[in-house]
């Protein structure tokens, strides 16, 4: 998106940037009138970025159900394609791993600038905790980035069994993150809800009688970026984009976990619109990059909207 979409709408003309599997490139949605009562909307294909030689007739029939517009007409069945498997996935760069374990967390160094480039992927830079899950026969461990448990901090997020990932021994890379009412990650919210050993703790350990002067609705969700182990493999060799496919396909939908999406190649567009949102700012990964575990390494970049730096500052009052 080039600007703000909600005015862009009303002023009947959106830009827009697609990564689909058949559209790709820069488009335009525009208010050609009403038709029936209803809004009609034109889809223009920018030449800037277009793929050169796709012609929309070589693609009559739906992405989801296989289907024609004639035949969705005439109430044909859908041909729903199958899904993608395992073995659709090349796993020749994993390694062997044996038993799931802790895998010490990759580090991103940080850039002043955001840019643009087709080997890259950008994602949102979450406004959470670090933290790796290893999930073994249904069980679940939570580490720190420094390998302390994590599990008082989340107690109802350990408890779950692993019915939100399809398969057992995996080990998963990603953020907890508290979201407020609105779904935008809230740091401060996270970290009232960690102070003790976490939201569920503090409402058992509170008594009824006690006041809360800020009530809290925060929602604690798991963002899922990378998955390093799977099944007795390694799969810190094989490449980022490689990794995250595996990832998105061997997990489940559950409202306690979510898939970390990216956009490839359009770095500064997105990095505008993180700013425009007010959001912590972007991580710009190699699509190609291994996992270089216990490295602040060159191919994980982050970017903030607002620098800051943490400082312990030390100090006395004379009485």
Same mark, same amino acid.
């Given at each position: 998106?080039?600007?703000?979409?909600?005015?862009?709408?009303?002023?009947?003309?959106?830009?827009?940037?697609?990564?689909?599997?058949? +559209? %790709?490139?820069?488009?335009?949605?525009?208010?050609?009138?009403?038709?029936?009562?209803?809004?009609?909307?034109?889809?223009?294909?920018?030449?800037?970025?277009?793929?050169?030689?796709?012609?929309?007739?070589?693609?009559?029939?739906?992405?989801?159900?296989? %289907?024609?517009n004639e035949e969705v007409a005439a109430g044909a069945p859908a041909e729903v394609p199958p899904m993608r498997t395992l073995a659709d996935?090349?796993?020749?760069?994993?390694?062997?791993a044996g038993t799931p374990s802790f895998v010490k967390p990759i580090l991103a160094t940080?850039?002043?600038?955001? /840019?643009?480039?087709?080997?890259?992927?950008?994602?949102?830079?979450?406004d959470g905790y670090r933290v790796e899950v290893v999930v073994r026969d249904g069980t679940v461990r939570l580490w720190t980035r420094n390998r302390k448990d994590a599990a008082g901090y989340f107690p109802d997020f350990a408890a779950l069994p692993g019915d939100w990932i399809g398969v057992d021994d995996v080990v998963v890379d990603g953020e907890m993150v508290a979201l407020d009412a609105d779904g935008r990650p809230d740091i401060g919210q996270l970290q009232? +809800?960690?102070?003790? %050993?976490?939201?569920?703790?503090?409402?058992?350990?509170?008594?009824?009688?006690?006041?809360?002067?800020?009530?809290?609705?925060?929602? +604690?969700?798991?963002?899922? /970026?990378?998955?390093l182990q799977l099944a007795g493999c390694d799969l810190t060799p094989m490449p980022l984009e490689e990794r995250k496919r595996l990832l998105r396909l061997v997990l489940r939908e559950h409202p306690a976990v979510r898939y970390v999406r990216d956009v490839v190649g359009e770095g500064e567009a997105y990095h505008a619109a993180v700013v425009a949102q007010g959001l912590e700012g972007t991580?710009?990964?190699? %699509?190609?990059?291994?996992?270089?575990?216990?490295?602040?390494?060159?191919?994980? +970049?982050?970017?903030?909207?607002?620098?800051?730096?943490?400082?312990?500052?030390?100090?006395?009052?004379?009485?």
């Open positions: 998106l080039e600007e703000d979409p909600t005015v862009s709408v009303e002023s009947g003309e959106l830009k827009l940037i697609l990564h689909g599997e058949r +559209l %790709r490139g820069r488009f335009a949605l525009v208010r050609t009138g009403t038709d029936r009562g209803r809004e009609g909307w034109l889809l223009i294909r920018k030449r800037e970025g277009a793929i050169e030689g796709w012609d929309i007739d070589h693609y009559p029939t739906s992405v989801l159900t296989g %289907r024609t996935i090349d796993l020749a760069g994993a390694q062997p940080s850039v002043d600038a955001a /840019f643009s480039d087709h080997d890259w992927l950008f994602e949102l830079k979450l009232e +809800l960690t102070g003790t %050993r976490g939201l569920a703790v503090k409402r058992r350990e509170r008594k009824p009688a006690d006041p809360d002067p800020e009530p809290r609705t925060g929602t +604690l969700v798991y963002h899922a /970026f990378d998955l991580m710009a990964k190699q %699509r190609r990059a291994p996992y270089e575990a216990g490295t602040r390494s060159r191919s994980w +970049l982050k970017i903030k909207t607002r620098p800051k730096q943490e400082l312990v500052v030390i100090g006395y009052e004379r009485g």
